[in-house]
């Protein structure tokens, strides 16, 4: 499930979802606690997963702590290295 803006509650499937492929831009005083390797810390957003297309990168990591999200992001995160 996910609030919407509105207020209402959409039950069902990330990609039925009003969010499913548009991608999320944060201005760039939003995040804190940049770390080295495509990593910061952020406020929860309740859109952001893994999978999502953030600021032109792709988030491949969530992880909550308190009252932020612990990030992890990569430009290609499906090439081999």
């Known amino acids: 499930w996910q609030q919407q803006g509105d ?4 039950v069902g ?3 039925d979802s009003y969010w499913a492929g548009r ?3 944060l201005p760039s005083g939003y995040t804190t606690d940049f770390g080295v390797s495509n990593r910061a810390k952020i406020a929860c957003i309740p859109r952001l997963r893994p999978g ?3 600021n032109g990168h792709y988030a ?3 992880e909550l702590s308190g009252n932020f ?3 992890t992001w990569s430009a ?3 090439t081999s290295k």
């Open 23 to 25: 991608p999320l831009e």
């Open 52 to 54: 999502v297309l953030l």
């Open 7 to 10: 207020g209402k509650v959409f």
């Open 69 to 71: 999200m612990n990030l």
């Open 60 to 62: 491949t990591k969530v």
């Open 13 to 15: 499937s990330w990609a």
């Open 76 to 78: 290609d995160p499906w």
